[in-house]
């Protein structure tokens, strides 16, 4: 066997001890007893001290150095096995450990703080987190410890790049909210949404949107997420009696994540090549999928019909007010229950936090102070409560410093995206008007989807519309499309 066949052989039995691990996961947030969470914390630390072995296995050195790959995607694969052996080399085994347990057990300490809107619960907990994910960035090295971290879910960007694309995008943003709310509200439906009719319609969606449930299935978290690869690609969702948008877009969202993991080409199944290749490309699948599509006023005109069918009397009277309703611009502290338009400027406020912490600037017994001024300096008023504030997220409780910015990165790719698809694809509102879903579906899958993490981030993006990345099409598009509105 050659030294290339025994790397990608060893790769793929660490594949799929991180599907299990990734498993465990889905399982501690849908399904776990509550009482449970201590046990589950030494399993997954235990996971973790077994994958983090085999990731930084002298092995792994020795095949890399023998190796020779043979074509573009045998170099891609070396690519990414590389990436991984050169950072857990650098990551302590009992860091690794104690991050893996210390945050599984922070999940459930964040959910309970929560619900009790009791941040003085959780913050010793954060604190915990925070320390070791500074200590995981000074293991990394660079001369900035945020972007050690920014590394994990978007290789290839700094903390700098970033603030600078922000920095353009900030004042059209603002400008564009304080247009919109300056006119008359939209509707709003209106009326009491059963629950289980919303996860079957939500299902249905989901199905419309291409999710292939015989490969994935859906349930509901706290906190709406995606989570496995290949054959078995699950999401979670929820829902509020009077909110159906909360469920239907929070599931469209989570489809557009697994719809790429399940459309990757299977010849890359449990190998390197076998996930999306960064959290950035990730999210322009989500939130096209979400806004550009599931938004746009061609779909909601099905959904609307669809709308209807189950619920009745939903408080609008036409599928014009429904588009309306959809793409109202509106105050509210939730990220995840945003327009399009505020969107971004709450991704904005979570990466500045992010980077004062791990600079030093900002200490986590301050960050709710910190959080509450910026919000009202961003948005113009108060947070009300703390899970309308620091606490609505779960990602700082699993550790997901550097994570954030991607959804705004995303929503820049997702606009390149949309521009080019909408090229290519002249006839596209006519499909969507009919719930039909597929000449996007099989563009995106063509584009990007398919190739999993063959290219680099930017590099898939580019290719797939043909030019340079730049926030000008979002922004367009969002001008465009409220302005009108």
């Known amino acids: 066997m050659s030294a290339y066949d025994a790397l990608m052989a060893f790769q793929r039995q660490t594949s799929a001890l991180a599907e299990v691990a990734g498993r465990t996961g889905w399982d501690q947030e849908v399904l776990m007893p509550e009482g449970a969470a201590d046990q589950r914390a030494e399993e997954m630390a235990a996971l973790e001290s077994v994958l983090h072995a085999r990731r930084c296995d002298p092995r792994v050195g020795e095949w890399l150095a023998a190796a020779e790959p043979a074509d573009d995607v045998q170099k891609a694969m070396f690519r990414e096995v590389k990436r991984s052996y050169d950072r857990a080399t650098k990551v302590p085994g009992d860091l690794a450990e104690a991050l893996a347990r210390t945050t599984s057990r922070a999940q459930g300490i964040w959910a309970k703080a929560r619900a009790n809107e009791d941040v003085s619960a959780f913050l010793p907990t954060l604190a915990e987190v925070v320390d070791l994910r500074r200590q995981e960035a000074a293991a990394l090295g660079g001369e900035i410890a945020y972007d050690a971290l920014l590394a994990d879910y978007e290789p290839g960007t700094s903390s700098a790049e970033i603030a600078a694309l922000f920095d353009a995008m900030r004042p059209r943003l603002v400008a564009l909210r304080d247009q919109v709310l300056a006119k008359p509200q939209s509707d709003q439906v209106s009326g009491s949404f059963d629950p289980a009719i919303q996860m079957a319609l939500a299902e249905e969606v989901a199905v419309a949107f291409g999710y292939d449930l015989n490969h994935g299935r859906i349930d509901k978290a706290v906190h709406p997420f995606s989570s496995g690869s290949g054959l078995d690609v699950r999401i979670t969702t929820r ?28 010849a890359y199944l449990l190998s390197p090549l ?212």
């Open 239 to 266: 829902t509020s009696e009077d909110d159906p948008f909360n469920c239907l877009y929070s599931t469209i969202h989570e489809v557009g994540h697994a719809c790429y993991e399940q459309n990757i080409d299977r």
């Open 274 to 485: 076998g996930r999306g290749v960064s959290m950035g490309v990730h999210e322009s699948q989500s939130r096209i999928y979400e806004n550009q599509i599931g938004r746009g006023e061609a779909f909601t005109g099905w959904l609307y019909g669809r709308m209807v069918d189950r619920f009745g009397d939903i408080g609008v009277s036409d599928a014009q007010a429904f588009y309306r309703a959809v793409n109202r611009v509106h105050n509210g502290c939730i990220r995840t229950e945003s327009d399009e338009v505020q969107y971004n400027l709450h991704v904005m406020l979570r990466f500045d936090l992010e980077r004062a912490l791990f600079s030093g600037d900002l200490q986590v017994s301050e960050l709710e102070a910190a959080w509450n001024d910026r919000f009202e300096a961003d948005f113009g008023y108060a947070v009300d409560k703390p899970s309308n504030g620091v606490l609505q997220d779960v990602h700082w409780s699993v550790g997901l410093f550097g994570y954030f910015p991607t959804y705004s990165l995303g929503n820049v790719y997702a606009g390149c995206l949309n521009a080019a698809m909408r090229r290519d694809v002249p006839d596209l509102d006519a499909a969507l008007g009919q719930g039909d879903t597929a000449p996007a579906k099989a563009w995106l899958k063509e584009k990007v989807q398919q190739h999993g993490a063959l290219y680099a981030p930017r590099e898939v993006i580019e290719r797939a519309i043909g030019g340079d990345i730049s926030p000008e099409p979002l922004l367009s598009y969002l001008e465009d499309k409220f302005l009108a509105l």
